[in-house]
Nanobody, 127 residues
Framework: VQLQASGGGLVQAGGSLRLSCATS????????MGWFRQTPGKEREFVAA????????YYSGSVKGRFTISRDNSKNMVSLQMNSLKPEDAAVYYC?????????????????????WGQGTQLTVSS
């Protein structure tokens, strides 16, 4: 599957932004989809994930309550709504698709669980 993230940009602290991830090549309806972020010199970190049934979501502690992940399987799209943005949210954001279909649960889900990645979109947050 090919993934194309978009929607990044410059936003003031406290503002909102919505990232989108368009997918192609195969349907994503059977796969957990996730968002990750990375800053220079640091490892890529998990942000959010949504299961293939669009029932359950999972967030890192640093974004829980501020970010919302969603998906539209009919459009093969995944989104990340980011509210109350902080300067520490600034990073390159990547969308990703699970390596295997029909995962149940998010136990210790991380970078290694995802096999397909988009090119990343930059978020800058001014203080």
């Amino acid at each position: 599957v090919q993934l194309q993230a978009s929607g990044g940009g410059l936003v003031q602290a406290g503002g909102s932004l919505r990232l989108s991830c368009a997918t192609s090549g195969r349907t994503i309806s059977s796969y957990v989809m996730g968002w990750f972020r990375q800053t220079p010199g640091k490892e890529r970190e998990f942000v959010a994930a949504i299961d293939w049934r669009t029932i359950n979501t999972y967030y890192s502690g640093s974004v829980k309550g501020r970010f919302t992940i969603s998906r539209d399987n009919s459009k093969n799209m995944v989104s990340l709504q980011m509210n109350s943005l902080k300067p520490e949210d600034a990073a390159v954001y990547y969308c990703a698709a699970d390596r295997a279909p029909y995962r149940v649960g998010f136990n210790n889900i991380g970078v290694a669980d995802f096999g397909s990645w988009g090119q990343g979109t930059q978020l800058t947050v001014s203080s």
